[in-house]
């Protein structure tokens, strides 16, 4: 199964859809547990170091990734939760300070699986290309191929 990525030109939108094999139930397990997010989360080339992560309403999270070029850290804060359902959490890049998105993860069961959906919302087209440039789509398909991976095995 692939990951498709939907950058609509001139918005500020990320749209990310995927379908593992899988429940609502054990995706969403796997991709909320701190202990388990360093294994799937960002390229593979990169090292992950979570320091916070509490998926809850007002719960909030931090990550480094690291490379023989630097660190690169993001936060943020959950704003709603549903359990197997929804995740609604904001997503701050610490290099580009400022630029808060909005994320709106949902899992949809499906014949096969689970069907992953993530809406990014970018406060500016500007941002939203930047990251682009910056190589997310790279950071986003490792991702998801990893937590497909990591799903499998812990299924």
């Given amino acids: 199964m692939s990951t498709t990525i939907n950058t609509p030109a001139g918005t500020p939108f990320v749209e990310v859809t995927r379908e593992f094999d899988a429940t609502p139930a054990q995706l969403f397990k796997v991709m909320t547990s701190k202990e388990l997010l360093g294994q799937w989360l960002g390229p593979?080339?990169?090292e992950a170091e979570i320091q916070e992560y509490d998926v809850r309403p007002g719960g909030a999270y931090r990550y480094i990734h690291r490379d023989a070029d630097g660190e690169?850290?993001?936060?943020?804060?959950f704003h709603s939760v549903e359990q197997d359902k929804m995740v609604i959490q904001t997503?701050?890049?610490e290099g580009l300070p400022g630029e808060v998105c909005i994320e709106k993860?949902?899992?949809e069961p499906t014949e096969t699986g689970v069907l992953l959906r993530q809406r990014s919302v970018f406060p500016s087209v500007e941002g939203r290309d930047m990251s682009v440039e910056y190589g997310m789509a790279d950071g986003i398909n490792d991702s998801m191929d990893r937590l497909a991976e990591l799903?499998?095995?812990e299924s």
């Fill in 44 to 46: 593979r080339d990169l």
């Fill in 72 to 77: 690169y850290a993001f936060r943020g804060v």
């Fill in 91 to 93: 997503f701050e890049w």
């Fill in 105 to 107: 993860m949902t899992l």
């Fill in 151 to 153: 799903v499998a095995k």
